[in-house]
């Protein structure tokens, strides 16, 4: 019995300190949910900010008239929202505003679990720091580009499921980075070889390669994770022919073979925001915190630094990828910096110092990044939307599937004219039904050089180019002609030979002017309100559905909770993908809701497996004890 008394005795301060730690990361999660849904919050904007926007929001409503074959590029992004639309009842707008906020949240606290540990690697202070830091460098891929936060929670759960050096983290991981894998597969390139090279330099470290080593659990990750993503592009393809299209400004000069206009305007982003992306002290504390790190995540966060490096310069000397997209990526930085931060407490030696030294150095690393945040807007306006809708309504009641619709984009400045054109065949995209999205063309010049069958000639070789390519776009035959926007207004414009005004900001070459009821299933703006509340509960699902998977693959519950979205996210993705795949309807409620079921009920399953595994070998020494105390 006094055995048992001294166990129980010792358990206490443990289980107070997985107390705090619990509501420490709840305030971690609660601040970064604040700081993601500021420019709602501030400006009461009805979408979300970022360019990449209306892309995902046509992706999937394609996805989910047609199949994801339609939008096969990255198939687990439509997957998840509109998996997460039906599960939570929300439309598509909120959740892809409610999952693009939850997920810089969720990378800050999955860095906190890699940094964390089991309350080992990191001090209290030093978890948090990482926390903070690396949920503020996700602000730099918080504007649209929702794949690439996936498979950035996606890559540090993985990473921290590899650190604790066990089978079943290796197999959880694989499933982790193969779903973050379908959803973003040019940055799986990238993180398969920062593990690659980490694999590597374990197997050198410890002079053999096996099963049970760092290197071998690497491998095992690995390879079912390139399994996945290889059988998942594969199915992808089965079925519709996937819609084609630019969807950037950079895809287009790609497409067009203006490769040194390209790299010209790689190079020029780069310059601008290398500044941001890696101020001095993240910089200095990265690589004070090198010295501070020690063993896999030492080798992880340095292979990863190691690829960023080379990454940044490959990409500017070739122009093949921005190199500032490898430092959004880049959250080995920040997860460095808070070693560093580490290693200069430790060197200051008291607390009473090395505590607000840190918070004062935190402060002025995320300022500059939360300030730019609090500034970021959508590309996206009811505005735009509202008269984007009336076209797709003449087009709806004026031609037929197959007719083309030609919207016709302008700008004075080249520099704007590129991101003109493709966006507004996004947005067009997101507004028609999903059945005419094939018809969407965009010419890049006036109403006037169109009708007269001609490109418009600015003298500037790449606006020259890009009108040129987008009028031998479109199919020879009868089309119908949408302008909208300010320029309409010009009454120049409106002379144009069979262009009818619809609106002050609409006009078309089909019919007269008539009132046309709204579409049944037409794109609408969000209530600042209801993206509020749509970010937190996507970010409550994803913590209760991923939490069996993370406890299990992790060990302890703190650590747990804080990486519980990180497994969910790229987990549901996988499963809402398989289930389409299968014959699901995506976005249904039914199919939604059982997607979540099997996501996340596995991984609570597994979860109990271990839990009874646990308590049946810890039984048989307990009963020796007790037995042992009652013969003393």
Excluded at 253 to 264: D, N, S, V
Excluded at 347 to 361: C, F, S
Excluded at 512 to 519: E, I, K, N, Q, W
Aim: charged share 15%; with cysteine; hydrophobic share 50%.
């Amino acid at each position: 019995m006094a055995t048992t008394s001294i166990a129980h005795e010792r358990a206490r301060p443990r289980s107070a300190r997985t107390g705090i730690d619990l509501l420490l990361i709840g305030v971690l999660g609660a601040v970064l949910l604040r700081v993601f849904l500021w420019p709602t919050l501030r400006h009461a904007y009805p979408f979300p900010v970022g360019p990449d926007v209306p892309v995902y929001l046509w992706w999937t409503r394609v996805s989910e008239f047609g199949g994801i074959s339609m939008a096969s590029e990255r198939p687990g992004a439509p997957a998840l929202i509109g998996t997460l639309q039906g599960a939570l009842g929300q439309g598509v707008v909120g959740a892809l505003s409610g999952l693009q906020y939850a997920l810089g949240p969720t990378i800050g606290l999955a860095a906190a679990a890699l940094a964390r540990g089991r309350g080992r690697t990191l001090p209290r202070g030093g978890w948090l720091a990482a926390g903070v830091l690396a949920g503020a460098w996700a602000t730099f891929l918080g504007e649209g580009y929702v794949s690439n936060l996936v498979f950035a929670a996606a890559f540090l759960a993985a990473a921290a499921a590899l650190a604790r050096r066990t089978r079943r983290a290796a197999f959880v991981a694989a499933l982790v980075l193969g779903g973050g894998a379908l959803t973003h597969p040019g940055f799986f390139v990238v993180g398969a070889i920062v593990l690659g090279i980490t694999g590597l330099w374990a197997a050198l470290h410890e002079g053999r390669f096996g099963w049970r080593t760092d290197a071998g659990r690497v491998a095992t990750a690995l390879g079912g994770a390139f399994a996945i993503f290889g059988v998942g592009l594969l199915a992808a393809q089965i079925g519709a022919q996937r819609v084609t299209g630019e969807t950037s400004g950079d895809a287009f000069l790609r497409h067009t073979g203006q490769l040194e206009a390209l790299r010209r305007s790689y190079l020029d982003r780069y310059l601008d925001n290398w500044r941001r992306y890696s101020p001095f002290m993240t910089t200095a504390l990265a690589f004070a915190g090198i010295f501070r790190a020690h063993g896999f995540a030492r080798r992880f966060l340095l292979s990863w630094a190691l690829v960023t490096a080379a990454g940044l310069a490959f990409g500017a000397a070739t122009g093949w990828y921005p190199p500032d997209r490898v430092l959004m990526f880049a959250f080995c930085l920040p997860l460095l910096a808070a070693f560093g931060l580490v290693l200069l407490g430790e060197k200051l030696g008291r607390w009473w110092l090395a505590w607000p030294v840190g918070i004062v150095l935190v402060a002025l690393i995320v300022a500059p990044a939360v300030r730019d945040w609090r500034d970021s807007f959508p590309y996206m306006s009811s505005y735009e939307v509202n008269h984007m809708n009336l076209a797709a309504r003449i087009a709806a009641d004026r031609s037929a599937t197959g007719t083309p619709l030609v919207y016709v984009a302008d700008s004075h400045d080249p520099n704007e004219a590129l991101f003109l054109l493709t966006h507004t065949a996004n947005v067009a995209r997101a507004t028609v039904p999903p059945d005419r999205v094939r018809d969407v063309h965009v010419f890049l010049g006036s109403p006037s050089d169109l009708a007269a069958g001609h490109a418009s000639m600015t003298g500037d070789a790449t606006y020259d180019t890009a009108s040129a390519w987008s009028l031998a776009q479109i199919p020879p035959g009868p089309h119908l002609t949408f302008v909208i926007g300010e320029e309409i207004r010009d009454p120049a414009e409106l002379a144009t030979p069979g262009l009818t005004r619809w609106d002050p900001n609409v006009a078309s070459s089909e019919g007269s002017p008539t009132a046309l009821a709204p579409l049944a299933d037409e794109l609408t703006p969000v209530e600042p309100r209801r993206i509020l509340a749509g970010t937190w509960r996507t970010f409550l699902l994803l913590l209760v559905l991923g939490l069996g998977w993370s406890w299990f693959a992790l060990g302890d519950v703190a650590s747990g909770v804080a990486a519980a979205p990180a497994f969910a996210a790229p987990l549901l993705a996988f499963t809402a993908f398989v289930l389409e795949r299968l014959g699901a309807s995506l976005g249904s409620p039914g199919w939604s809701v059982l997607a979540c079921a099997l996501s996340g009920g596995l991984g609570y399953a597994l979860l109990t497996w271990r839990l009874l595994e646990q308590r049946r070998h810890r039984q048989p020494g307990l009963v020796l004890e007790q037995a042992a105390a009652l013969d003393a």
